[in-house]
């Protein structure tokens, strides 16, 4: 079973910041938190990962709670090109990624 | 800089035929290589996983096998296929211990 809960869907407009929640309330203390994402009909997209502190790139950004039982993944400025389905995942035993249903994000004009 | 594989793209096969997709793997060494399949509109499913040449690891029961017989060659195979095996698999390599990196992905179905 997937470690990570997400909301099915959520709307964005273009040019606001998207901010997709994640609950990992199980996580273990030295399990990483991964962000993945899919555009319709290619294979999945790493975006960012991290263990307890927020990280920063050129895609977005993660902020994990202080207890580490949820995290957001951040668009600054959605575009068009961002709606995808974004997938949070905790790492499991012998480096395996155990994958949820994801979340569709939708951008909005 | 690395780069993964994965052939074909689409393909059409009846029930009973065998399947062979394969991905290989470029710029890098002993990679972890992993198969996944993605029914529409859900999560990946991992179904094969390797840390080394011979080295596979089965995550779920099914008529589909894996083989690794080059360090950066991952095998895909099914003796008879059935409607059910029809998906979309992907085919992903990680160094050890950190994130994937997917190929482009083969959408097969099964008629």
């Known amino acids: 079973d997937a470690k990570t809960t997400q909301p099915p869907s959520m709307d964005c407009a273009e040019g606001r910041a998207a901010n997709l929640p994640c609950n990992h309330s199980?996580?273990?203390?030295?399990?990483?938190v991964y962000w993945y994402r899919q555009i319709h009909s290619q294979g999945p997209q790493y975006i960012i990962h991290?263990?307890?502190?927020?990280e920063t790139n050129e895609m977005a950004s993660l902020i994990i709670t202080e207890d580490r039982k949820s995290s957001t993944l951040i668009l600054p400025h959605a575009t068009l090109r961002d709606t995808a389905v974004y997938y949070c995942?905790?790492?499991?035993?012998?480096?395996?990624?155990?994958w949820g249903a994801g979340t569709k994000l939708i951008i909005k004009p | 800089s690395q780069t993964i594989h994965q052939w074909p793209a689409t393909l059409v096969q009846p029930v009973g035929s065998p399947l062979s997709l394969e991905c290989t793997v470029e710029g890098t060494s002993n990679p972890n290589l992993y198969w996944y399949r993605q029914a529409a509109g859900r999560g990946l499913q991992l179904l094969f996983y390797?840390?080394?040449?011979?080295?596979i690891s089965s995550e779920v029961p099914q008529n589909l096998s894996a083989s690794r017989p080059q360090d950066r060659q991952f095998i895909l195979s099914s003796k008879k296929l059935l409607l059910s095996d029809s998906g979309f698999y992907l085919c992903?390599?990680?160094?050890?211990?950190?994130?994937?990196?997917f190929g482009s992905g083969t959408r097969l179905t099964v008629v």
């Open positions: 390797s840390v080394g040449i011979g080295q």
């Open positions: 992903a390599w990680s160094p050890q211990g950190d994130g994937y990196t």
């Open positions: 199980t996580i273990s203390g030295n399990e990483y």
């Open positions: 995942i905790v790492r499991g035993t012998n480096y395996q990624l155990i």
């Open positions: 991290g263990l307890k502190n927020n």
